[in-house]
């Protein structure tokens, strides 16, 4: 194929992304399909001649479309949502007819200049501070990683780097047992260590860390010669939407002169709402902040939000200039691929300019209110069943509950199986997690084409799957 066909194909693939959109109800939301059985389907060898691409679409269609789950259905209402809008789908088609390389700013400055003023934009839209300066990461788990590891360099007096651990004085960094696994995995890699990540108690109907606790433990580590070198704090925990005390973290913090990473990965896109910030107040203090505009805020994966009050100690816990990556009388340029672990990076900024100019800042909200509002009454009408409990009550769009089976059967095996059971029906889709060693049932709304509708159907197949 070359590029005079592309018109005719680049056609079809529209026309069939518009079809696929329009009948994405009439589909199962998780893939039906048993493992292996994708595998099976593609020939073990790769072909020696080309295929025409009618052949090659169509086969894309049989053998690819079925073990697909559908994270733009409506009526996912799983894991957090990953919404690509029109816009966004477009800008990334644009972006990848031109598969610029953009780690430099001379390697395309309007992406770096895109970027620098879209980030901008994110922070006045979620009422960050105007010291704060931002970079687009591929995910949040990367954010992660660069805040851990300036957090490290700071502590070690920017030896880290050069030296190794070996010898250094033992690191410490505190979080509470309801932050993602990607903190974990940043703490491995940037050799900490998992015995040197500690977790804090939680406490309240929110779930944050209990800073009297958190204040106590550094106190012990200090005296004890282990080096504390900052604390991650979270705004809406992936498995029931706990959120820390960030005022009471980032008093602490100061009082310490530790390092501080906020991941609101998921509940970050709500802070466009006023109404919602006060979840995360105190965040304009910390040291570097994360949130993913490619799951709740529709700009298509993959996009993640880094903030940093002070960029600089990222660059210089990552910035390497060999020669040829130097732009020679360029001096003030940004170039991006300092603030990040990969040095090649996408042109990501793009469609977060069309997702923005295309709703407006009130569109995105009207969506986010929605499913608020949606699901807290789902919660109310599902905590109204006699059958049901609600294990944590919504923050924000997030809740969980649990059937409670006959007497006799062990809950736990009873609401993995109705899980199970739901993702098996198909017309909808929902994850489980685990509080207190027990299973709980997690509902969130935040696809974009959710409608009230969808959610009510939700509340219909629980009901029925679960009493059947
Ligand atoms: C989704 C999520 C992450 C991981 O995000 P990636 O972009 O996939 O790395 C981290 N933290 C929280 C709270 C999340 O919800």
């Known amino acids: 194929m070359n590029w005079d066909d592309f018109p005719k194909w680049g056609q079809k693939v529209s026309d069939w992304a518009a079809r696929y959109h329009a009948t994405l109800r009439d589909r199962p939301v998780r893939a039906q399909t048993k493992p292996g059985q994708i595998s099976a389907a593609l020939p073990a060898a790769p072909p020696e001649t080309g295929d025409g691409m009618d052949q090659i679409l169509k086969d894309f269609e049989t053998i690819v479309m079925p073990g697909i789950t559908h994270w733009q259905h409506p009526r996912f209402f799983a894991y957090f949502p990953a919404n690509a809008t029109p816009p966004s789908v477009l800008a990334e088609f644009l ?34 501070p105007s010291d704060f300066e931002g970079v687009i990461q591929d995910s949040a788990s990367s954010a992660t990683l660069a805040a851990v590891l300036t957090m490290r360099e700071r502590a070690l007096n920017w030896q880290g780097n050069a030296h190794g651990l070996t010898g250094a004085p033992r690191l410490r960094v505190y979080c509470s047992s309801e932050v993602h696994t990607s903190i974990d995995r940043a703490i491995w890699i940037s050799g900490i260590g998992q015995d040197n990540l500690v977790r804090i108690p939680t406490t309240g109907p929110l779930r944050g860390m209990d800073t009297g606790k958190l204040e106590a433990t550094i106190l012990a580590d200090q005296k004890a010669g282990y080096l504390p070198a900052g604390i991650i704090a979270c705004t809406g925990g992936t498995s029931t939407g706990a959120c820390d005390d960030i005022t009471g973290v980032m008093d602490i913090a100061e009082r310490y002169g530790l390092y501080t990473h906020v991941d609101a990965a998921w509940a970050g896109a709500a802070m466009i709402c006023p109404e919602f910030r006060a979840l995360w107040q105190g965040a304009q203090r910390a040291d570097s902040l994360v949130f993913n505009p490619h799951k709740w805020m529709g700009a298509q994966f993959d996009c993640s939000a ?48 069309f997702l923005i100019r295309s709703y407006g800042l009130e569109g995105l909200r009207a969506r986010i209110r929605n499913h608020v509002s949606w699901a807290q009454e789902m919660a109310q009408r599902l905590g109204a069943e006699p059958d049901f409990q609600i294990v944590t009550d919504p923050v924000l769009a997030l809740f969980t509950f649990r059937h409670l089976p006959n007497e006799g059967s062990d809950p736990d095996a009873a609401n993995l199986s109705l899980v199970e059971r739901i993702n098996d029906d198909g017309r909808i889709y929902l994850t489980q997690t685990r509080i207190d060693g027990h299973v709980a049932i997690r509902f969130q709304v935040g696809q974009f084409e959710t409608t009230k509708a969808d959610v009510d159907q939700a509340f219909a197949v629980i009901c029925e799957l679960a009493r059947k």
């Open 95 to 128: 972006v990848s007819a031109i598969a610029p390389q953009c780690m430099l700013w001379q390697t395309s400055p309007a992406a770096t200049e895109v970027e620098t003023r879209m980030m901008d934009w994110l922070r006045q839209s979620i009422g960050l």
């Open 306 to 353: 880094h903030f940093l009050r002070d960029a600089s100690s990222l660059v210089k816990t990552l910035a390497i200039q060999p020669e040829y990556l130097k732009t020679h009388g360029q001096d003030g340029v940004i170039n991006y691929s300092e603030w990040s672990v990969p040095l090649g990076r996408r042109f990501r900024a793009l469609k977060l300019w």
